[in-house]
């Protein structure tokens, strides 16, 4: 079981910045592909960005691309979601995802249902 803790949310104003964080209770994280999702009110949660167990490949929407970065640290275990050049439409509540075993897919990559884990999520608010 991989308990997954979110935290850096918050309120910003549009075009401001936020990094979160994604604490993993599982020593071997390398052995997960990690991904970042979000839920706005009244809509489907949502694939942000995913990152292979060793960090060397990554994917996004196209929604964040060039906005977002994912990255992770698994001496820390940890990983990130660096968010720049915010808007409102990135309002939602940002979740941590693990998925085992790790293997890159775009299509899984996207599909909630196909992360074993999940964290309670972090509030994120843009304002105009």
């Known amino acids: 079981q991989v308990q997954l803790v979110e935290s850096g949310g918050g309120l910003v104003q549009a075009g401001g910045s936020l990094r979160l964080s994604c604490a993993a209770s599982?020593?071997?994280?390398?052995?997960?592909?990690m991904g970042w999702f979000r839920q706005a009110p009244g809509k489907d949660r949502e694939f942000v960005a995913a990152?292979?167990?060793?960090?060397?490949?990554?994917y996004y929407a196209d929604s964040v691309k060039g906005r977002f970065t994912i990255s992770r640290n698994n001496a820390k275990m940890t990983v990130y979601l660096q968010m720049s050049s915010l808007n409102t439409e990135d309002t939602a509540v940002y979740y941590c995802?693990?998925?085992?075993?790790?293997?890159?897919?775009?299509?899984?990559?996207?599909?909630?249902?196909?992360?074993?884990?999940w964290g309670q999520g972090t509030q994120v608010t843009v304002s105009s």
């Open positions: 995802a693990a998925r085992a075993p790790d293997y890159w897919s775009d299509y899984d990559n996207r599909a909630p249902n196909e992360y074993n884990y």
């Open positions: 599982e020593r071997t994280l390398r052995r997960y592909t």
């Open positions: 990152v292979t167990g060793s960090g060397g490949s990554t």
